[in-house]
């Protein structure tokens, strides 16, 4: 049986991607809300660092908001940080006293915390946008979250013309098509490969990714 054209939904392509990637080692989410950025992708996928995977396993996982708001570098000063997150809903007064991911350095009155012993856990991140229904917007989205990730690409379950591929070199963005018949993605423009300048972004995404996986590969539902 051949699934039609129109049992193809973003949602449904999404999960075909999502079992791709993840079949390839990837560490994958769909629909992620990325802190620091405006639209979410069809499809994240990270490639973790085995090194970094154990770290998290023996130390715990760290809350995807901790590395956006703190700095490996810099100390960030407690009321700073504490308003920042609480605005959006977050508290992580156990996290910060008792978890070994952070330290802590007191000045006078003042209290400054940055991340400790990090590194980002990913070698590679992957965006996919699956929103074929609306192709101009899904470029804008891969856009503006280019700069969080290492490539980019569009899935459509349908061939598109020469004008709309040129219109994704031109974005940087690659572009796939899903070959329902017999699963297979073909790609007919490739990402370009490009370093992750938004780090703050990207490390809030890597920690998203791995929390959600490692809450599955560890056992807990």
């Known amino acids: 049986m051949v699934i039609s054209l129109s049992d193809i939904t973003e949602e449904v392509l999404s999960l075909v991607v999502a079992a791709i990637l993840a079949s390839q080692s990837y560490y994958v989410c769909l629909q992620p809300e990325i802190l620091g950025k405006k ?107 280019k700069d969080c990730c290492n490539r980019a690409y569009l899935v459509f379950p349908f061939y598109v013309d020469e004008d709309f591929l040129d219109h994704c070199v031109d974005s940087g963005v690659g572009f796939q098509v899903f070959h329902r018949e017999v699963g297979l993605l073909k790609e007919l423009v490739p990402a370009e490969f490009e370093e992750v300048k938004n780090h703050k972004s990207f490390r809030f995404l890597c920690e998203l990714v791995l929390r959600e996986n490692l809450r599955y590969r560890l056992g807990e539902k």
């Open 39 to 145: 639209y979410r992708p069809s499809v994240a996928a990270i490639k973790p660092k085995l090194s970094e995977l154990k770290k998290r396993v023996e130390r715990g996982v760290i809350p995807p908001e901790i590395v956006y708001y703190l700095d490996d570098e810099q100390w960030t000063g407690e009321a700073n940080f504490t308003s920042e997150t609480k605005e959006c809903g977050f508290s992580f007064r156990e996290f910060l006293d008792n978890s070994t991911w952070v330290e802590k350095k007191v000045d006078g009155e003042a209290t400054y915390w940055r991340l400790r012993d990090y590194q980002i856990p990913s070698r590679e991140c992957v965006m996919v946008n699956c929103g074929f229904e609306n192709p101009i917007r899904a470029v804008r989205t891969l856009r503006e979250l």
